[in-house]
């Protein structure tokens, strides 16, 4: 049972070594932002090239197209939920 609440005593725990150590700098190489660049295009078109990023794109169409068409009950759906 006492081991529980060993790290509560007076000596040093690992915590206190782990907030010392420095994080992670971003990156300012070039290079390695450009990689970073090809490979979120390439992620991006696969996304694109799959069934759920052709879904999305609808999905996204379908609404800017009702917004365009102004639906006659539009914002009418909070005040139904409100009576």
Known sequence: MGSCASCCGGKQS???EMDNQPSAAP???P???AR???AAEQRQQKF???AGGRAARKAVAD???ERQAGRPDN???ARDWMN
């Open 48 to 50: 694109d090239q799959s």
């Open 31 to 33: 290079e390695a932002r």
């Open 36 to 38: 970073a660049a090809a």
């Open 14 to 16: 690992n915590y206190d």
């Open 27 to 29: 990156v300012s190489d």
């Open 75 to 77: 914002n009418q759906t």
């Open 63 to 65: 609404v800017a197209k």
